[in-house]
Nanobody
Framework: QVQLVESGGGLVQAGGSLRLSCAASGIIFSINNMGWYRQAPGKQRELVAT???????NYADSVKGRFTISRDNAKNTVYLQMNSLKPEDTAVYYC????????????????WGQGTQVTVSS
């Protein structure tokens, strides 16, 4: 069984910073893409940022220049550094990862974390 556990959310004033972490554990042979999504009240879940196993990154336009995604492959962990936070960044943030759980397999399965609340006050 694979688990993704997020941490680092909280309440911060506009202009402040937070760093989210998401650690994968369980039977893991490799991890392909990892990413962060968010869902604000009354809105659909949206992509925030993704990172490949090789370190290539992709960001939503709304967070470019403010957020940085990174990963530590040795720790099976993905991070999201969020700077210059705005009230519109308020949401539950979810990490996800495509994980290979079978030895010598090319098949990866998508797993989600439980979510961590980020609240930015004005």
């Amino acid at each position: 069984q694979v688990q993704l556990v997020e941490s680092g959310g909280g309440l911060v004033q506009a202009g402040g910073s937070l760093r989210l972490s998401c650690a994968a554990s369980g039977i893991i042979f490799s991890i392909n893409n990892m990413g962060w999504y968010r869902q604000a009240p009354g809105k659909q879940r949206e992509l925030v940022a993704t990172i490949t196993s090789g370190g290539n990154t992709n960001y939503a336009d709304s967070v470019k220049g403010r957020f940085t995604i990174s990963r530590d492959n040795a720790k099976n962990t993905v991070y999201l550094q969020m700077n210059s936070l705005k009230p519109e960044d308020t949401a539950v943030y979810y990490c996800n990862a495509f994980i290979v759980t079978t030895y010598l397999s090319d098949v990866s399965y998508r797993y989600w974390g439980q979510g961590t609340q980020v609240t930015v006050s004005s």
